[in-house]
């Protein structure tokens, strides 16, 4: 039987983009099957002081998030998962922006219906918006961001790394983030960053 991999993303997020085309290869080198839920960087980062710059980002980024729980809660979360990878394809690699026209091409590219492209100003889907981010975010705590990964019991922010590991590589970082999260006691382990994201 399959164990179950839960990641939580902000289809904002490069890192989190990353994170699931990580999730997505080990799936072929372990007995796992990633499912996708979705959280916030404009919930986490209500109320606080930010660059202008972030602000209009963040600002934005209610509308994919909204669409993404409109769609799990349409369709489920395999229809979920299938958008945020479309979404993903065209804003992370093809450098697609523009949500107004983002969002309907994704949904018309995974045969979802176009009414949904609505929902990103839908304001009544930002409560089952919060109690998905939470649901993520509640067990690993509010000073870090996205991805989140549950596996079973054990939940932990990242890894954040870049590019995508393959094949065995992996599988082999799967298994290691998993044994050093699932130490009781264990709380951090970090590196500078000094490459932008690769989507190689």
């Not at 349409?74 to 093809?94: D, Q």
């Not at 065995?168 to 009781?184: I, K, N, R, Y």
Request: with cysteine; proline share 6%; glycine share 8%.
């Amino acid at each position: 039987m399959k164990k179950t991999v839960d990641l939580w993303v902000c289809p904002l997020c490069p890192w989190a983009w990353i994170t699931s085309r990580w999730l997505l290869e080990v799936e072929k080198v372990r007995d796992v099957e990633t499912r996708f839920h979705v959280m916030s960087l404009s919930v986490l980062n209500e109320g606080r002081d930010l660059p202008a710059e972030y602000v209009e980002l963040i600002s934005r980024g209610w509308e994919p998030a909204r669409v993404l729980i409109a769609v799990e809660q349409r369709y489920g979360h395999e229809a979920l998962k299938r958008l945020y990878n479309s979404l993903g394809e065209r804003f992370h690699i093809a450098g697609e922006k523009d949500w107004s026209l983002v969002i309907p091409q994704a949904l018309l590219e995974c045969g979802l219906d176009a009414d949904l492209a609505s929902a990103a100003f839908d304001t009544g889907l930002d409560e089952p918006l919060r109690t998905s981010h939470h649901q993520g975010m509640d067990p690993v705590g509010f000073d870090v961001g996205t991805p989140v990964v549950h596996v079973g019991d054990v939940a932990f922010f990242g890894p954040v790394v870049t590019p995508a590991p393959k094949g065995e590589q992996a599988g082999q970082l799967f298994d290691g983030v998993v044994a050093v999260a699932s130490t009781p006691g264990f709380f951090e382990l970090k590196r500078s960053r000094d490459v932008s994201p690769s989507f190689e």
